[in-house]
Nanobody, 123 residues
Framework: VQLQASGGGLVQAGGSLRLSCAASGRSFGSGKVGWFRQVPGKEREFVAAISWTGRNSDYADSVKGRFTISRDNAKNMVYLQMNSLKPEDTAVYYC?????????????????WGQGTQVTVSS
């Protein structure tokens, strides 16, 4: 699975951006999809994740109430709607998904990663 993250950019504090993660080569399969972010010199941190069905999602405390993750399996797309952005949200954002077997069992969590998209929030 190849993942392509897009939608990053420069936005003022309080603004919004929508990130997209496209899967190619094959579909996302039955794995969860997550968004992570990383600032230079710091470890990559979890932002949000969504289950295969889309019925379950999880968020980092720092983004709860501001970010919303969603997915469209028919289009092999996952989205991260980011509202009320803060300067501390500035980072490179990555999407990732599990490696699953043909039966749908997760073999390796977050095995496939996209290349990242830069989000910069100015104060």
């Amino acid at each position: 699975v190849q993942l392509q993250a897009s939608g990053g950019g420069l936005v003022q504090a309080g603004g919004s951006l929508r990130l997209s993660c496209a899967a190619s080569g094959r579909s996302f399969g039955s794995g969860k999809v997550g968004w992570f972010r990383q600032v230079p010199g710091k470890e990559r941190e979890f932002v949000a994740a969504i289950s295969w069905t889309g019925r379950n999602s999880d968020y980092a405390d720092s983004v709860k109430g501001r970010f919303t993750i969603s997915r469209d399996n028919a289009k092999n797309m996952v989205y991260l709607q980011m509202n009320s952005l803060k300067p501390e949200d500035t980072a490179v954002y990555y999407c990732a998904t599990d490696r699953t077997n043909p039966s749908g069992m997760v073999m390796i969590n977050y095995y496939y990663w996209g290349q990242g998209t830069q989000v910069t929030v100015s104060s």
